[in-house]
């Protein structure tokens, strides 16, 4: 069991549907990341929080809208996705950071989207 | 200079093999080396990490060895077992973005007969 926690598992939605993937995590990390990954591919970091504020967006489109609400929590808010946007969605934690020393990432098992 | 390229894309070995993945890197920049396993319907999760100023790190049955001069690190997994099966991750990281973000290899799909 991960210690980095997602929800839900699965979740299927339409183009025109609004829905929220959450994450939590209760290690005390002060970093959260979204990825996304595609089948037999890497994972591709989307954003990062630190200390609750957004510190990098990889030029996501902005039908993803993420939101830490505080140090333990992690959405990610969907809206008008497209086919192409089906994939599995990681949530990852790791230490607080500026200033510390790379800190493993924690990942969670994702939840895996499906647009239809 | 951003990539990391990892090696092979897929393994097939028996049981017992030491099966080796290899990676590669141009930046210099790059600090901290981490690799993860992921197996089917689950996220990755971390196997072992080095950094520049170490050659070798052993946890357990898995084997890191890093070649600063080459820029390049590579993962053995000895006395393998089918329980090995999975996907493998290499990733490069600098301490000096002060991003977190890790630059991910291609993976490599590892398969242990029994």
């Known amino acids: 069991d991960t210690e980095v926690t997602q929800t839900p598992k699965h979740l299927v939605m339409g183009m025109t549907n609004k829905k929220s993937l959450k994450c939590e995590q209760h290690?005390?990390?002060?970093?959260m990341y979204w990825y996304k990954q595609k089948a037999k591919k890497p994972p591709e970091l989307m954003f990062v929080?630190?200390?609750?504020?957004?510190?990098i967006n990889e030029s996501v489109p902005s039908r993803f809208s993420p939101e830490c609400p505080n140090s333990s929590l992690l959405n990610l808010h969907l809206h008008a996705l497209q086919p192409e946007d089906s994939a599995l969605y990681l949530c990852?934690?790791?230490?607080?950071?500026?200033?510390?020393?790379?800190?493993?990432?924690?990942f969670g098992d994702g939840t895996r989207l499906s647009i239809l | 200079q951003q990539q990391v390229k990892q090696s092979p894309q897929s393994l097939i070995v028996q049981k017992g093999g030491i099966p080796i993945i290899n990676c590669a890197y141009e930046?210099?920049?790059?600090?901290?080396f981490p690799w993860y396993q992921q197996f089917p319907g689950k996220g990755p999760a971390l196997l072992i990490a080095?950094?520049?100023?170490?050659s070798e790190k052993k946890e357990g049955r898995f084997t890191i060895s890093f070649n600063k001069s080459a820029k390049q690190f590579s993962l053995h997994i000895m006395d393998s077992q089918p329980g090995d099966s999975a996907t493998y991750f290499c990733?490069?990281?600098?301490?000096?973005?002060?991003?977190?973000?890790?630059?991910f290899g291609q993976g490599t799909t590892l398969q242990v007969k029994p």
């Open positions: 930046n210099t920049a790059f600090d901290y």
């Open positions: 929080y630190s200390y609750e504020k957004l510190s």
């Open positions: 990852a934690s790791s230490q607080d950071w500026p200033g510390a020393v790379n800190q493993p990432q924690h």
């Open positions: 080095i950094r520049p100023d170490v």
């Open positions: 290690m005390g990390h002060r970093a």
């Open positions: 990733a490069a990281s600098m301490d000096s973005s002060n991003t977190g973000k890790l630059i």
